[in-house]
């Protein structure tokens, strides 16, 4: 290669890096044609940003031509890695980086070609060129793929973070049956392994969502995301699903955040939303990532509450058991002194539970009970409290209620039961007796208990007492001639 070869591409150079104005706006159209997807890497997205870009990289490219040229690559290098980190953030493709930054190539080699013309040196000034180019190219290609391999490896160390963070709430909740600490631990490690500031938990309650846990957020914020769809200072700008029921909002607005609901069997069982007031756009791994937490968190609030219900409640009926039965009628009692309301307790017994188990088997008892179960709830207002005691015992205490109150109960209870049995829609007769007694200054709820248990016997021995004359009356009929 000749020297003067060397100087004529110097010479060059220094024209075509003079004024790359020209050159940027032809390359910017050229890499909008062929890669259109590259204007996603500048804020207002224009080709005028991508012809002053391509302009500034030129000039870069002009000048390296010469062979003292003094230009701060490695800078530039550092530069295009993290140019094409944020590229590979946004989902474009490394092969259409590679590509743009053929087009540049191309550029300089076409505009030296222009240059040169019919020179004697002409190719060996071409050679030269294309030598010296195509290095700068070559390193600038290495950086673009650092830079989205830097991406890749924060991307994978993001997985693992998720995936332990995933496997430790998954392990955690799978020990807790209590609503709280089910909240805390799911809020903590989401917001955890995002980075984020700050989040909430509802759970429900009835009809509505009760806060149960928040962690970084000032009292009345959590509210901003209490609802789906609101309106004002945040907004829903996506919406994606879970891998089993949660649905989740990405939130834009005063914060960034995400806002899940916690769903298990077809039933919203609570919210979570995790936020920060720091400029962040989510990422769909980060929305697929709360959808998951949130169906762990909705698992074990369901588990839990069902391990609740079941401490609580008759398996066979879904009445109060006893324990649960006997707090209830120890709080009413405690309420009715404190503010000297009434109270009433009705205790039930089916009389003949032994009768019918023996005759038609236990599978026919248990539908006694279950049918009285649930006449007496259908009598029973809101506010009273039906419990089974026993094998055939049942217990109601009736807050603001006195015996007349619990009598019309009974009433209605029995008058149901009558109608079925004449209806024949029960598999046999099912019939109970009653003891009722109201609370008095200075009665705890065993006294009310033991004064009601003897009630219930009284009455169960005078209706036994009827059956056995009416039984004894039916034979006296079925001998007396007819006339």
């Known amino acids: ?172 909740l799978g020990r807790s049956l209590d609503v709280n600490e089910i909240a805390e631990v799911g809020l903590r490690e989401t917001l955890k392994v995002l980075g984020l500031q700050a989040g ?82 989510f990422e769909s791994s980060d929305l697929e990532f709360v959808a998951a937490v949130a169906d762990q968190i909705a698992v074990a609030l369901d588990r839990a509450r069902q391990h609740t219900k079941e401490a609580r409640t008759d398996y066979l009926t879904g009445l109060a058991n006893r324990p649960e039965f006997e707090r209830a009628i120890d709080r009413a009692v405690a309420s009715a002194e404190r503010h000297k309301r009434r109270l009433a307790l009705m205790m039930i017994d089916l009389d003949n539970l032994k009768e019918i188990n023996d005759t038609y088997g236990h599978h026919v008892g248990d539908e006694a009970i279950r049918v009285l179960a649930s006449e007496l709830q259908r009598a029973v207002r809101a506010t009273d409290t039906c419990g089974r005691l026993g094998g055939d015992e049942f217990g109601v205490a009736m807050p603001d209620a006195d015996e007349r109150d619990a009598r019309e109960v009974g009433l209605r209870v029995r008058e149901a039961l009558e109608h079925l049995n004449r209806t024949s829609k029960l598999p046999v007769p099912v019939e109970f007796s009653i003891g009722i007694t109201a609370w008095r200054q200075g009665l705890d709820w065993q006294a009310m208990y033991q004064a009601a248990d003897k009630a219930l016997y009284v009455d169960k021995r005078r209706r036994h007492a009827a059956r056995k004359r009416l039984e004894k009356r039916e034979p006296e009929r079925e001998k007396t001639p007819t006339s």
């Open 200 to 281: 909430a938990v509802w759970v429900r309650e009835g009809a509505r969502l009760k806060l149960a846990k928040t962690i970084g957020m000032q009292q009345g914020e959590e509210e901003e995301f209490s609802q789906t769809g609101r309106d004002g200072p945040s907004r829903v700008v996506e919406t994606s699903s879970g891998p089993a029921e949660s649905r989740v909002d990405r939130i834009a607005g005063e914060w960034s955040a995400i806002r899940a609901e916690l769903r298990t069997k077809g039933v919203l069982l609570g919210a979570m939303t995790v936020a920060t007031r720091l400029p962040r756009t």
């Open 1 to 172: 290669m000749t020297q003067r070869a060397s100087d004529l591409l110097g010479e060059v150079a220094d024209r075509l890096a003079e004024d790359a104005t020209e050159s940027g706006i032809v390359a910017a159209e050229a890499i909008h044609a062929i890669e259109p997807e590259l204007l996603a890497g500048y804020k207002d997205g224009s080709i005028d940003e991508l012809a002053r870009m391509s302009r500034t990289l030129l000039q870069a490219l002009f000048r390296s031509l010469r062979l003292d040229a003094k230009i701060p690559w490695p800078e530039y290098y550092t530069q295009a890695r993290d140019f094409a980190r944020r590229y590979a953030e946004r989902g474009v493709p490394l092969e259409s980086l590679i590509e743009g930054l053929n087009v540049f190539r191309r550029t300089v080699v076409a505009r030296v070609t222009e240059e040169v013309g019919d020179n004697q040196y002409a190719d060996e000034v071409m050679l030269l060129a294309q030598s010296r180019v195509g290095d700068v190219i070559e390193h600038m290609n290495s950086s673009f793929i650092r830079g989205y391999l830097d991406y890749t490896e924060t991307k994978h160390r993001a997985r693992q973070t998720e995936l332990h963070g995933l496997y430790h709430i998954a392990s955690a």
